[in-house]
């Protein structure tokens, strides 16, 4: 099973990803979506573990589907990421 941390950041490097395709700026999304911009920073750092709420308006916001938001948020490659102690 997918640790939590590694979940949260590779989405966040995922919502980051489809952000910039869209050309948008963390603040242009912020005010897009209706999220706080220090939220979206945290987001992408994978510091936020975010509500199904937050999720769908990152969907709205960026045009795509639940499912294309996850594409490629799999899971961890045995090893990758080690537990701290």
């Known amino acids: ?3 939590k ?6 989405l966040g490097k995922r919502i980051a990803h489809l952000r910039k395709q869209k050309g948008l700026s963390q603040l242009e999304f912020s ?3 209706g999220i706080a ?3 979206v920073c945290e987001l ?5 573990n975010p509500s199904l709420f937050v999720l ?5 916001t960026l045009g795509v589907t ?3 938001l996850f594409e490629g948020v799999g899971p961890v490659v045995p090893g990758q990421f080690r537990r701290k102690s």
């Not at 941390?5 to 590779?10: D, E, K, L, N, T």
């Open 1 to 3: 099973m997918a640790s």
């Open 5 to 10: 941390r590694y979940v949260s950041f590779a």
């Open 31 to 33: 005010l897009d979506s």
């Open 37 to 39: 911009k220090s939220y």
């Open 44 to 48: 992408e750092a994978g510091k936020r």
């Open 56 to 60: 769908e308006r990152v969907c709205l």
């Open 66 to 68: 639940l499912s294309t």
